[in-house]
């Protein structure tokens, strides 16, 4: 508190004759003299110190002579991002204070993003809602009054009952960010014992990657881009550099890229604007909105011509009914990918790139994409021609290419969250305002604020019942609910986590409690609780079978991951 840091100051008594006397009081003087004696109020008050601060409330307020100094590490899975990184956090006499990349953690061996440091702010957020609360004026005015955990548990159990009751479960929506790890699984489970609709949310829609993912692979998860043993890196939208899917794996991966072999690596970027990666490339190739399928095609079309690539995976690729690769030759289409770029510097462009690309004597090449080119009317065709490059010069499966990842070692634990696509979302919208949807859930995401003005999905929530919040902050949607339950912060509470993309091989990442839950000095009946827990606690009381009988979240991860021994 102020008191010690300024004890040592000169404090103005009192005065006599008229004329001031300044006494200098030394810091033992002063914890002498506020012994706990009458005396002490006096003088606190006489110097302006507000009463609150004599009380320690916490070690956050802890005075300096009797905080140790000692520090403890704890190791967890960082939660700010979907990447899935390994951290670890410095505790001090219980409080975090510092957050570090976690050297053994594959993903991202001991490097970590800023949102990952960010991890603390949210932690000690001044905003954090302290407690279960339910609305007490009209919808969206943001008047809340705090009830006990008791109430708020009773209150949902309510209303989820009578609709469950009634055969009306289906009219139940659960919202949430796309959930990997056990908190997916139990979610999945909860949504499917109670017969609700389940829509994750996500701001940057990617149903259509996941989608390109089963055409051209045939399977959901997203492979490893091993780009650090990569030669050749030909890029389209994606700005892996700095957000696309997992950038700090990614950024370590072009460190190697560039420094980490006899020859500095060549990045090519495809792109509609001067993006991160853009900036770090070898050539940037500026391209129309929607045109870098077309792009990816003309570089096939070179290929072909070349006779460089691997002629029977050509022939697979082309041989469809009505498909002429010849029109996309970089002549006929080259003034249409950009309209920045000279049609002939355009031509020599993409013929050097795909000569350059399909020449494996340098070593290998890749190519992905993915960010804006998936954000097109034709964003899925787009993927399926650029992702297709990799079958065409051989380096699917090999080192330095393209890795595919394998399912998750834990039984029923997915790597790859369901999601839902915008046209999902406007069908959802138009179900509320028709009166379809009797009660949401929301945790972990703010669609309020995330969906299209154009979509009204604002303005059809008031034709829902009820709308229920697991928010730690007064985000928009939280404030359109009607009641209110936080969940802990990631720092505070159990989980598990699968990277999505993963390394190449399999992954579970662990994530521990590691500090007390802030708000825990207010009681049993107050503060926050984890979002599997409160899951878990109706679904007993609901009678909704999540197939398992462990009574917390945590023992349901202890039960589980015993099967990795």
């Keep these: 508190p102020r008191i010690v840091r300024h004890a040592t100051t000169k404090i103005q008594k009192y005065y006599r004759d008229g004329k001031s006397i300044i006494m200098p009081l030394t810091r033992r003087q002063f914890?002498?003299?506020?012994?706990?004696?009458?005396?002490?109020?006096?003088?606190?008050?006489?110097?302006?110190?507000?009463?609150?601060?004599?009380?320690?409330?916490?070690?956050?307020?802890?005075?300096?002579?009797?905080?140790?100094?000692?520090?403890?590490?704890?190791?967890?899975?960082?939660?700010?991002?979907?990447?899935?990184?390994?951290?670890?956090?410095?505790?001090?006499?219980?409080?975090?204070?510092?957050?570090?990349?976690?050297?053994?953690?594959?993903?991202?061996?001991?490097?970590?993003?800023?949102?990952?440091?960010?991890?603390?702010?949210?932690?000690?957020?001044?905003?954090?809602?302290?407690?279960?609360?339910?609305?007490?004026?009209?919808?969206?005015?943001?008047?809340?009054?705090?009830?006990?955990?008791?109430?708020?548990i009773s209150r949902l159990n309510l209303q989820l009952g009578e609709l469950k009751q009634q055969g009306n479960q289906s009219q139940v929506v659960v919202v949430t960010d796309p959930l990997r790890g056990h908190i997916g699984s139990l979610v999945n489970r909860f949504v499917d014992g109670l017969g609700a609709r389940y829509m994750p949310y996500e701001p940057v829609d990617q149903t259509g990657v996941q989608e390109a993912m089963n055409q051209v692979w045939g399977q959901s998860l997203m492979p490893d881009l091993d780009i650090q043993n990569s030669a050749y890196v030909l890029s389209f939208g994606s700005d892996w550099l700095n957000t696309w899917g997992s950038p700090v794996r990614y950024a370590k991966g072009y460190g190697e890229f560039r420094q980490g072999h006899q020859h500095r690596g060549t990045l090519i970027h495809a792109d509609t604007r001067f993006s991160m990666t853009a900036a770090n490339a070898d050539q940037w190739i500026h391209v129309e909105p929607g045109m870098e399928g077309l792009l990816a095609l003309s570089i096939a079309q070179v290929i072909a011509t070349e006779k460089l690539g691997d002629p029977r995976a050509l022939s697979a690729l082309t041989s469809g009914p009505g498909f002429d690769l010849d029109k996309f030759a970089p002549s006929i289409v080259a003034s249409k990918i950009s309209k920045s770029v000279d049609p002939g510097h355009m031509q020599k462009l993409i013929k050097h790139t795909a000569i350059d690309f399909a020449n494996q004597h340098n070593g290998p090449s890749i190519a992905f994409g993915g960010g804006s080119v998936a954000g097109q009317t034709n964003g899925l065709a787009n993927l399926i021609a650029i992702y297709s490059l990799n079958y065409i010069v051989g380096n699917v499966g090999k080192a330095g290419g393209i890795v595919f990842n394998p399912t998750s070692p834990l039984e029923g634990i997915t790597a790859n969250p369901r999601k839902k696509s915008f046209a999902d979302w406007k069908k959802l919208t138009q179900d509320m305002s028709d009166g379809k949807v009797k009660a949401m859930l929301v945790r972990g995401t703010d669609p309020f604020y995330g969906m299209p003005d154009i979509t009204k999905f604002r303005e059809a929530s008031f034709k829902v019942p009820y709308i229920f919040s697991f928010s730690g902050v007064m985000d928009d949607t939280t404030a359109m609910a009607d009641l209110i339950m936080p969940e802990h912060n990631p720092l505070e509470s159990w989980g598990t986590d699968i990277p999505f993309p993963g390394p190449g091989y399999e992954v579970v990442g662990l994530q521990q409690p590691v500090v007390?839950?802030?708000?825990?000095?207010?009681?049993?009946?107050?503060?926050?609780?984890?979002?599997?827990?409160?899951?878990?606690?109706?679904?007993q009381e609901l009678g909704i079978d999540i197939g398992t009988e462990a009574g917390s979240f945590k023992d349901l991860i202890q039960e589980s991951c015993l099967e990795l021994y």
Aim: hydrophobic share 35%; glycine share 12%; with cysteine.
């Design 31 to 152: 914890l002498t003299l506020t012994g706990g004696s009458a005396a002490a109020a006096v003088i606190f008050q006489a110097c302006g110190v507000p009463e609150e601060e004599l009380f320690v409330q916490s070690p956050l307020e802890m005075p300096e002579d009797m905080v140790t100094g000692l520090q403890n590490w704890y190791a967890t899975t960082c939660n700010q991002c979907p990447s899935g990184e390994g951290i670890v956090v410095k505790v001090v006499e219980g409080r975090a204070k510092k957050i570090e990349g976690n050297i053994d953690h594959p993903i991202n061996q001991g490097a970590h993003s800023a949102r990952c440091e960010a991890g603390l702010q949210a932690l000690y957020h001044p905003d954090r809602i302290k407690g279960p609360m339910v609305r007490s004026g009209p919808r969206g005015s943001g008047n809340f009054e705090e009830i006990s955990w008791t109430d708020a």
């Design 516 to 539: 007390r839950p802030f708000f825990e000095n207010r009681g049993e009946h107050l503060g926050t609780k984890g979002f599997g827990d409160i899951l878990i606690n109706i679904s």
